[in-house]
């Protein structure tokens, strides 16, 4: 096993205890069905890629789900490790940029990754995604996050135009030096 694999942090998570941890998250009194609501749920095997994903039927009304329907984190690329690992680094405080560092990711699907779970680790997938706002979230990241927006709201004048400024340089800086590392 070569090095890099061995310090690949998200290979070292049990895939069993993440799927584990949604689901107590999700229905910590048993699954329930997620269009109809009903508690009589069956288990139906288990997702073909990802063998610790439950599947379930419901005998309500026939609907077919799993652990991650109707959530976040279903259809995305990443594993769920990578979002439990995600999730983790946010409860460290650290920012898209770490986070992105630690788990290998580009830091724009990381900004869509934390936005999502800080509404919650399995809150419903919005119905429409846009993906052409993810420019305009970065910056504001980089002038929110980075420049403090309460102590920036204090000051004015030229000093709230020069760090507006000093903010948009690092930004830009920010994004160009992401991008050739990607
Ligand atoms: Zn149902």
Redesign the pocket.
Known sequence: MAVSDLINLSGLLDDAKCFALVRQHRWPEGAR?P????GA?IRDGHDDTQFYRQRYR?K????RFDDLTGTVLAGHHQPLRVWVLCLYFMGLNLSNWQIAGELGLDGSDVQTMTEQLRRGLVAKAPEVTLKGEVEVDEVYVVAGHKGQPAAVAKRGGSDAVASWQARRAEARWRRTSHRSSA
């Open positions: 069905c269009v109809c609501d009903s749920v419901c309500t009304c026939a609907g």
